[in-house]
Structures are given as structure tokens and as C-alpha cells.
């Protein structure tokens, strides 16, 4: 096989989701079926990467300062849901199941992988809750021990008003899943379900 095919595949493989099969498929099609969405998908892909950034509050994907969910009056303002990724978000949304504000803080607590508290999207979490218009947080994170520990940590060491009503989602998850590929009764039992977050 010729190596620019290759590197091409590789590539594609790299990718959430994609295994040499399906690389395999799509670099063909691109290459061979329909080279004219190769140019268009190259095009698209530059687009995004230069107009899309971080919604300065939550950390949403956005092309203005502030995403639609940030800027909207429509949500409700005294709930924050946490989650660790703008899929997350994406899946919430999708589910229709939360009407409230988002942070998103970019992973999760794993001192094996190198990431500590100062890797998580942490201070612009400390700054919107110094504003004292949030009633609750739902912690919205994986159910494995990165995700416990990672909400231990936010209990523990961020969330210190004694009004603030800290709570997690409940049954309905999977041990070790995320909320990404949950369906939407299911993410709508784990928002039903929260319980408080034990200290």
C-alpha cells in the first residue's frame, strides 16, 4: 500500500470511534468514490477550527463570547449542572432533560494521567459560584473512581457556601460509563434520581 494512503488511514484511525476498517472506508470514499467532499470536508474542518473556540463562562463550543445556552434568558439561572466535556453537554442537550446553566471542566481528576485540579477548568468554576445566584449543582460526571474522586475533591475543596446544595446523578448509569452515549431516559432517570453529595 502506498504510505500517503497510509498516513491517511492512520490518520482517520486516530480518530473517537474509528477502527482501520472504518478508516479504511472513509479514506476511500474521500479518495476515490467522492473526492469532491474531500475538499469540502478540509474546508469545513478549517472553518470550524478558526471560528469555534470556548464560551469564556462555561467553556461550551461557540463562535461568540458567550454560547446560546450562556446568553440565553430561557434557562434557568439558579442551576449548574457540571459535566467533563463539551460531548457531555452535547448529550444533555440532545436528551432535552436540563433547562439550567453548564460548566464544563475539560476531564476529570487522574493523577496517573498527570491531571490535577490545575488542568480542570477549576477558577472560572470558583469565580461563578462567587456570584451566589446558584441554588444548586449537579454533578453530572462519569461513575468510575476518577469521577467520584474528582467529585469528592469539588465537594471537599470548591463548593464551600453552606447554602449551595451540592447533588449527584443518580442510578441509571452504568458503573464506569458517562453520560455521552446515555439515552435520553436514561440521563432524565439520573437528573431524577441526584441525590446529595455525602462529604
Do not use: W
Not at 470511534?17 to 472513509?26: F, N, P
Not at 479514506?27 to 464560551?55: D, M, N, R, Y
Amino acid at each position: 500500500m502506498n504510505e500517503p494512503y497510509e498516513r491517511l488511514v492512520q490518520s482517520l484511525k486516530s480518530l473517537p470511534g474509528l477502527g482501520y476498517r472504518s478508516a479504511e472506508k472513509i479514506a476511500l470514499h474521500l479518495l476515490v468514490e467522492k473526492p469532491e467532499h474531500a475538499k469540502e470536508l478540509v474546508e469545513k474542518v478549517s472553518v470550524a477550527k478558526e471560528t469555534l473556540g470556548a464560551c469564556r463562562v462555561c467553556g461550551n463550543l461557540t463562535d461568540q463570547e458567550l454560547c446560546k445556552i450562556c446568553a440565553s434568558d430561557e434557562r434557568e439561572d439558579d442551576r449548574l449542572c457540571l459535566v467533563e466535556s463539551v460531548t457531555d453537554l452535547f448529550a444533555m442537550e440532545k436528551a432535552g432533560v436540563f433547562r439550567g446553566k453548564y460548566h464544563i471542566l475539560m476531564g476529570k481528576l487522574s493523577p496517573v494521567k498527570g491531571v490535577g485540579p490545575e488542568q480542570l477548568n477549576i477558577a472560572n468554576l470558583r469565580e461563578r459560584l462567587a456570584s451566589g445566584k446558584f441554588e444548586e449543582v449537579i454533578l453530572a460526571l462519569s461513575n468510575d473512581m476518577e469521577g467520584e474522586a474528582t467529585c469528592h475533591y469539588l465537594k471537599n475543596e470548591v463548593f464551600q457556601n453552606e447554602n449551595l446544595k451540592v447533588t449527584r446523578i443518580g442510578f441509571g448509569l452504568p458503573s464506569g460509563g458517562g453520560i455521552t452515549y446515555a439515552d435520553q431516559n436514561t440521563l432524565e432517570n439520573a437528573l431524577q434520581s441526584r441525590k446529595i453529595l455525602d462529604p
